[in-house]
Each structure stands twice: as structure tokens, then as C-alpha cells.
């Protein structure tokens, strides 16, 4: 359990739960889940959502019960917190580099279903030589650039060659590639959006004939996240999708567009901070005590949900300002000292690892408080 | 202890440490502690740290040592924690709202010295009510607004007003006057941020001239960053000044200007997070295992130390991203897979809040391994 009390018992009226808390609208994030679920029903992609964004086994438990083969996660110590809560498959959809993480790494395929990417000669055999010591068959996928420009080898023959160094090492299976195109999740209009997708898809497809042309297999072929996941559901290339904020939303997934420009409503906002005014003292300005430290603003401010006439100007350490617009909503005074309002992130992965707690709420009660044990696992 | 194992151990060698980890460089932390005793003394202020930098009693002591009166804390949880770490006498220089938050606080003053802020009349009724059923006079200070335009009263007369109420509370006592202002902290021209400092000292001067009048007499002026500390310590106003930063430094305050447009170096950097190399496919990119979780970046991104040629250019998640100019230090590859860099957090409040651990580095080993206790304590 997290070193910080709980905000909130279970059973509790909302209007009871202390701030800043992290809450779960649970219908919402439900509802996620099932449209999800339904909407790769068929397309021969399997969903291994990221963990990166709610850093939470219970919630992956919820994912893998809607038919998710397991999860990606991103750091070594973020894997154990899922092996750890009953995860039984795991890819960390990322590098390890340096012998204290490998040790860890190796040591958790003997517990679990680990798979681990590469985009580099010299790391591949450092995972060799830990997974030797471990005494396992570690799983490595070749991670290909697909268009991100941050890891990864090129698509195409040095991918190939690096597949070859990972088959031929005592200790390593090759296990796929990793294609996620980072870049284009947040591409607001939707043709731009899947004409970026639709060019990681072909670069994978061109990779993955050369690989086969050297008689080499993919298991894996994984990539896609929340605001691309349609287009390589589709495409028949890739296997498995790694969409994250999908089951909460933010506001920066918000403002992604559909076709014909309407608003990005495949899912819906189910992540909340709870806050309350602790300052209102100008009729334009009211103050609540969430800011840099409870919710990240790298990506934009936040949104305030349902509060008409008021928006959400700045962060500070602690300190959330919002400007009052008293026109609004007949005039009267739109929030008092010490009302609580809920808050839509604006980035919702770093806002959930400020927190130690999920508040899950239903039908206007805490119905679970769920620790989000890889909070900080940053190793 | 907290939930995180600890990225090193004592005695290792610096470039044992698990990264990311936050260390600080003990000799020059220790130089800053000395230069602000050094700066104020015989100034009449008084030094009030805020631990909303550091959220470590243990660097609160070193502060105490170095002649501070106590801390400064934002919120209830951090004053608990500091105060159950050792600290006997807590300001929380922020209004606390909400009938749990305030049962603790008053709780809390039974066990240490604690004054807090207020900015309204009604929280001034529920302060003397949960002191009342504590059983303890609450130190309260009226928070006056000197031109951050956030939280706090009108300077002059409604201030008067409020701590009239507050005299009059059965159970609490007017402890004096919170005057910070935030927002000129970061103005970078030495003779705007002096100015704008100038400005809340007159309107200061101004409100403890009609509290004076009004009989009422300030145990506390407090007030002041590390960007204006020397103004206030040396206006014959303030008598308690909350720098916290200055401990540690960071990319933002790096920016302020001295006189003639000279580098503020009254500090030096002695916080940084120390970051791998994880990836190193191209030879103008390298990309770090240090991102969003890691390092804040809503004032500006982080900077690398010490490694001509690099430059940070962009934070995902869990990635930093370095543009590497081969043409610098002769045309040699800059950095490796693998290498161990320093990298100077963009602002150092919210970047300390995503680490569990200070790994204190001298002479290039591991000395200490101080629990951040107060990360995370949001309520």
C-alpha cells in the first residue's frame, strides 16, 4: 500500500472525498473498456493496452478480462508492479539498458511471460548474458522507427540484421517487432492522423516480408495507441495494439478529431482530479488547491468539467487558477470557498503518477480505492 | 520508507546509481545552505525555508542548523510529515479548507508550533471552530495579495478587517501578515524583479501601518523567493523570508539576471537527475530513460550538465530526447549506450515530487540516501 492515506473510505458520498483526489467515473471507464473490446472484435488484433497510463494491476486485471492478452509496460520496475499483481504476460514496450535493470529484467521471466525490445547490437548481447545468468529464454523484439524519431533501429534490412543478432543468441528468442508511431497519435485532423499511421503500417509491412525473406517469425507485430488504433486494427499487418489512455481520456486526446472533422468520441472522460476552491476572494478569480503537483500540464492545462462560466488558466506548485466569467449561468456566483469540482487532465499518464490513489466512484459513492502501485517506478 | 527500493546504495560509486535518480551534489547543497545564512545575516529577517522544494525533514534540519526558524509547508500532509520528522515549529503559508484537512491541522498544533493563512472571513469561522475542538490557539496569518493576483486579500483595509476577525476568534491568534509574491520570482531583468519586489514591500508597509493603527501586531511578515530574497531581507519589512529553491537551483532560476544583466549565481546547481543513455541509433540523437516522469518540464525543459555538445530537446513520458552536435569536442561521438549524465531539472519544486529518494553524492560516492517523505503528500 502507498506511504500517503487514501483521500476517501469506501462508501462515501463524492462530496466527501478529500483533494486532490484521483477519481474514476467507474460506468465511464467501463464503457471504455466494452468499446474497445468491441471495436477490434474481429480484426485479428489482440489488445495489450499500456500500463504506463494507469500503472495499476487491478485496472489491467479489468482490461485482461475484457480479452487483453496481458500489458505493455515501460520501465523494469513498472513490470514487476504488474507481475506482482497477478499479470502473467508483459512486454516492456521499451529499452533496459545497464546490469542492475537486466538482473531484474531476467529475474522476472522466470515469474512471468516477459518480453523485452532492442535497438541495439551491444544490448542484445548484455540480454543475452542476463538471461544466461537467469537461466532463461528471454522473448526480444526489434523495435523499428516508424516515423517517432526517438528509438529504434530503420525499418528494413538494420532491423533485419539486428532480428538475425537476437535468433542467433544462446539465451533470446525473436519475438516480433515493435512499430509504435508515437508522433501520430495527437495529429488532430483525421485524414493527417491516418495518413501518419497508414505510413508506420508500411514500413512495418516491408520490414516484416524482408524478415520473412531471411526465414525469420514475428509473434509480436505491436504497436498503435488511442488516437490511431482503427487504422492498425485494420490494417492486417499489426497483431497487437498497445492503446493506453483509452480507458480514461485527457484533454489532449479530446481535442483529436473524426472523419469529417467532428469530436473524437470513440471513448469518453472517466478520469477526474477532485479539487476544491480554497481561495475566492475577487468575483473573476477562484483558486483551487490542485496544481503542478496533481496535475501535469505538459501537454496543455486542464479542462474543468461541468462548471459553466468557469476555465482553467494556470498551475502553480499547488495552486490551480480559474477565471469566472458571472455572465455565465444567470450571473450568480459560479463556485463558492470550498466547493468541489472534478478536473480532466490535460496528459493523463504523468497526471495519474503524481497520484498514490484511484477513488472509484459509482452512482455518486466510493465504491473501490485502488493503489496504483507503480507509481514512481521510474527504474 | 517509501514503496520504491532506493536507486543505490551507500559507498557505491556515483556511476553505480540506478538511473533515474535524483542527486544532489552535497558539497555545493552545503554551500548554498551557507551562502543564504551568509546572504541575510544581520539583515533582522529571519529564514522560513519553504519545504515545498524539498519535502525531506532531513534537509529541513541541515536548514535549522544553518540558523532557520522552521519551514514553510503548502499543505497539511507536508507539514505532517515534516513535523514527525523533527521539525518543531511549521508555517502553512496557504489557506487550508475543508473539515478534515482542518481537524488535522488543528490536530498537529497540539504537537508542533503551526500558524497557517487565511484570505476569508468564513474559513476564519471553521479554523477557530476545528481549534476549539482541538483544544489549542491556532497561530493565523492574513495572506494579502502584493501582485501574483492568486490567493489573499486586499492589501490595506480588508486585511485589517480579517485579522480584526481573527483577533477576535476565541481560539485563534493573529500571527501576522503573508505577503509572497510569486510572480516576480522569475522576472529576469535584475531591476524589473526588484521592482515588482519594491512594490509588495510598499503595499506590505502600507497594510502593517493600518494594522498598526488598528492595535494589531505582527509576530510574522513572511514573504519571498529565491529570486527576491535579498530585497525583502533588506527592506526593514519582512522579517521572515521563504526562499526555498535556493538549496538546489534550477534551468528556470538559472535565467534570472543579477545586476547589469550579469548570471544570478548567489546559488549554484546542486539538484540534478541522473539519466542513461538508452538508446543511440543515429548519430545526431541520443535518448534518455529520463522523461515527464521524471522531470517537470512546466517551466521550461530540463538542461543537460557537463556534456559539450548535447542538448535536451524534448520529453515524452519516459524518454528524453538529446540533439548531439558531432562537430563539437572534435567530431567525436559525444555519448554511448549505456553513459550516465546529469541532467539540471527545468524547475526543481515538481521534479523532486516525482522521486521517492535523495542520493546525497561526495567526492564522486554515494554518503546518503535521504527519503523524500513528503512526495506525494497532495492533501
Redesign the interface.
Known amino acids: 500500500m502507498?506511504?500517503?492515506?487514501a483521500?476517501a473510505a469506501v462508501g462515501m458520498a463524492i462530496e466527501e472525498v478529500?483533494?486532490?483526489?484521483l477519481l474514476i467515473d467507474l460506468d465511464a471507464f467501463e464503457r471504455n473498456l466494452k468499446r474497445m473490446a468491441d471495436a477490434i472484435d474481429g480484426s485479428g488484433a489482440r489488445l495489450r493496452p499500456h500500463s504506463?497510463t494507469h500503472k495499476c494491476p487491478i485496472v489491467a486485471q479489468r482490461q485482461i478480462e475484457q480479452g487483453a492478452v496481458g500489458v505493455c509496460c515501460?520501465?523494469v520496475?513498472e513490470a514487476e508492479a504488474m507481475v506482482y499483481g497477478g499479470v502473467g504476460d508483459v512486454l516492456i514496450s521499451?529499452?533496459?539498458?545497464?546490469a542492475?535493470?537486466l538482473a531484474r529484467l531476467a529475474a522476472l521471466a522466470r515469474q512471468a511471460k516477459v518480453a523485452v525490445c532492442a535497438?541495439?547490437a551491444?544490448?542484445v548481447v548484455d540480454l543475452d548474458a542476463a538471461a544466461g545468468v537467469a537461466g532463461v529464454i528471454l522473448d526480444v523484439l526489434v523495435e523499428i522507427?516508424v516515423g517517432a524519431?526517438?528509438?529504434?533501429?530503420?525499418p528494413g534490412t538494420p532491423s533485419v540484421k539486428l532480428a538475425q543478432e537476437i535468433d542467433r543468441a544462446s539465451n533470446l528468442r525473436f519475438a516480433g517487432l515493435q512499430a509504435y508511431q508515437?508522433r501520430s497519435q495527437h495529429i488532430r485532423a483525421y485524414s493527417d492522423r491516418r495518413a501518419a499511421a497508414e505510413a508506420a503500417i508500411a514500413l512495418t509491412n516491408e520490414t516484416l516480408a524482408e524478415l520473412a525473406e531471411s526465414g525469420l517469425k514475428c509473434d509480436i507485430i505491436g504497436g498503435a495507441g488511442t488516437g490511431t488504433y482503427q487504422f492498425e486494427a485494420a490494417s492486417g499487418v499489426y497483431n497487437e495494439l498497445q492503446a493506453g489512455s483509452y480507458i480514461f481520456m485527457d484533454v489532449d486526446y479530446g481535442k483529436n478529431e473524426n472523419v469529417d472533422g467532428a469530436p473524437f468520441t470513440d471513448f469518453e472522460n472517466s478520469l477526474f482530479v477532485y479539487a476544491?476552491?480554497?481561495?475566492?476572494?475577487t468575483e473573476d478569480?477562484a483558486?483551487l488547491?490542485?496544481g503542478?503537483?496533481?496535475l501535469?500540464?505538459?501537454a496543455g492545462l486542464p479542462r474543468l468539467w461541468d462548471v459553466p462560466g468557469a476555465t482553467f488558466t494556470g498551475?502553480?506548485?499547488?495552486?490551480g487558477?480559474l477565471e469566472i466569467d458571472n455572465t455565465v449561468a444567470g450571473g450568480n456566483r459560479v463556485l463558492k470557498?470550498?466547493d468541489k469540482v472534478k478536473v480532466v487532465p490535460g496528459?493523463v499518464?504523468?497526471t495519474v503518477?503524481?497520484?498514490?490513489w484511484y477513488v472509484g466512484i459509482r452512482n455518486g459513492r466510493v465504491e473501490c480505492l485502488w493503489p496504483i502501485?507503480a507509481?514512481?517506478?521510474?527504474?
Chains 1, 2 share one sequence.
Not at 149 to 154: K, L, Q, T
Open positions: 502507498p506511504e500517503t492515506p483521500p478529500d483533494t486532490p483526489a504506463k515501460q520501465k520496475g521499451n529499452q533496459i539498458v545497464g542492475p535493470k535497438d541495439d551491444g544490448n522507427d524519431a526517438r528509438c529504434g533501429v530503420e508515437g476544491t476552491v480554497m481561495s475566492r476572494v478569480r483558486v488547491d490542485a503542478l503537483k496533481a501535469s500540464v505538459d498551475a502553480s506548485d499547488e495552486h487558477k470557498l470550498g496528459h499518464d504523468p503518477n503524481l497520484h498514490d502501485t507509481r514512481g517506478m521510474l527504474r
